[in-house]
Nanobody, 128 residues
């Protein structure tokens, strides 16, 4: 069974870049089934899909993030990483990494139901 664990700073200063890493165990991030996503939940709001990376390394992003998000992967460490630039207090949220057997279509990848495995989530607060 796939297991995911988020790591990164709990507090980020406005205008800086947030960087979170998801460490995967139980399967390889190159296994030709999975899409690896980042989803967040701001306080009092619903889940927001941020983006995903496929088992081939192709990336997909939520256009609403206006190119602030970047997802990369390190296959040697079985990890994938989210970077979010120019953060503001509105980026305060619980951030989740997740895995699912999706398809290369953004409308599928952005659905929470696409993801079968989730990390426990990590709280990120943007504040000076």
């Amino acid at each position: 069974q796939v297991q995911l664990q988020e790591s990164g700073p709990g507090l980020v200063t406005p205008s800086q870049t947030l960087s979170l890493t998801c460490t995967v165990s139980g399967d390889s991030i190159t296994t030709n089934i999975y899409y690896w996503g980042w989803i967040r939940q701001p306080p009092g709001k619903g889940l927001e899909w941020m983006g995903a990376v496929s088992y081939t390394g192709t990336t997909y992003y939520n256009p609403s993030l206006k190119s602030r998000a970047s997802i990369s992967r390190d296959t040697s460490k079985n990890q994938f990483t989210l970077q979010l630039s120019s953060v503001t207090p509105e980026d305060t949220a619980v951030y989740y990494c997740a895995a699912g057997g999706g398809s290369p279509i953004s409308s599928v990848l952005r659905r929470a139901s696409t993801y079968d495995y989730w990390g426990q989530g990590t709280q990120v607060t943007v504040s000076s």
